[in-house]
C-alpha cells in the first residue's frame, strides 16, 4: 500500500486536476482496491460528484447491494444542483445498462427536468414525449418552465397544450404560459 502513494503518478495534495483525481479513484475502485481508493479519497483536495458515485458504487457493489430508484434519484440530485448534465447522463444509463435498473417515469421525469434546466430544450422534450402515455402533465409544466426561462415562446405554446391535455384540472401551464406571453410584451 505504501508503495502506491509513494508512485510518483500519484498527485500531490495540492494538485487541483480534479479530472486526474477521480480517474485514478474509478481505477482503484474498478479494480477492488477499495482500501486504496478511500485512502486516495481522503486525500483529494476537493470532492465532487463523481467522486462521491465512484467510491459509494464500489462499496454498493462489493457489498453486494445494486443501486435502486432512490440512489438513482439521490445521484441525480447531486449532478443537479452541480450542474452536471453530462454526469447525469452517465450515471441514469450506467445504472440501467451496468446494474439493471428499471427506470420509472418519475426519473426519466426528473432527467427531463435537469436537462431542460440546462437550457437543452429540444433533448428534453423529446425525452418527455418519447414516455408516451405516461407523460404528465408535471413533466410537460417542468419543461414550460425552462422555456419561460429560456424565452423560447413558441415551444412554450407547444408544451402549454401538451401540458394541459394531460391533465385538464392543472392551471399552471396556463399561467406560465401566460407569464411567458407578458414577458415578451
Known amino acids: 500500500m505504501a508503495m502506491f502513494f509513494a508512485d510518483p503518478a500519484v498527485p500531490s495534495s495540492s494538485s487541483g486536476d480534479v479530472v486526474l483525481w477521480n480517474t485514478m479513484l474509478q481505477g482503484l475502485c474498478d479494480l477492488g482496491h477499495l482500501d486504496q481508493a478511500r485512502l486516495l479519497f481522503d486525500r483529494f483536495p476537493q470532492w465532487n460528484v463523481v467522486s462521491w458515485n465512484a467510491?459509494?458504487?464500489?462499496l454498493m457493489v462489493l457489498?453486494?447491494?445494486?443501486?435502486?430508484?432512490l440512489t438513482a434519484f439521490a445521484v441525480l440530485t447531486a449532478c443537479s444542483y452541480g450542474g452536471k448534465v453530462a454526469e447525469a447522463r452517465e450515471h441514469l444509463v450506467a445504472m440501467v445498462e451496468d446494474h439493471g435498473l428499471s427506470p420509472s417515469y418519475e426519473l426519466y421525469g426528473f432527467m427531463a427536468d435537469i436537462i431542460a434546466r440546462s437550457g437543452e430544450l429540444s433533448y428534453a422534450e423529446e425525452?418527455?414525449?418519447?414516455?408516451?402515455?405516461?407523460?404528465?402533465?408535471v413533466a410537460w409544466t417542468s419543461l414550460l418552465g425552462a422555456c419561460r426561462l429560456q424565452s423560447d415562446i413558441q415551444r412554450g405554446q407547444r408544451v402549454a397544450l401538451l401540458a394541459a391535455t394531460s391533465d385538464r384540472q392543472d392551471?399552471?401551464?396556463y399561467s406560465l404560459l401566460a407569464n411567458m406571453s407578458m414577458e415578451e410584451m
Open 63 to 69: 457489498d453486494g447491494i445494486k443501486p435502486d430508484e
Open 171 to 173: 392551471s399552471a401551464p
Open 127 to 137: 425525452l418527455i414525449a418519447s414516455l408516451s402515455n405516461s407523460a404528465d402533465s
Open 55 to 58: 467510491l459509494m458504487t464500489a
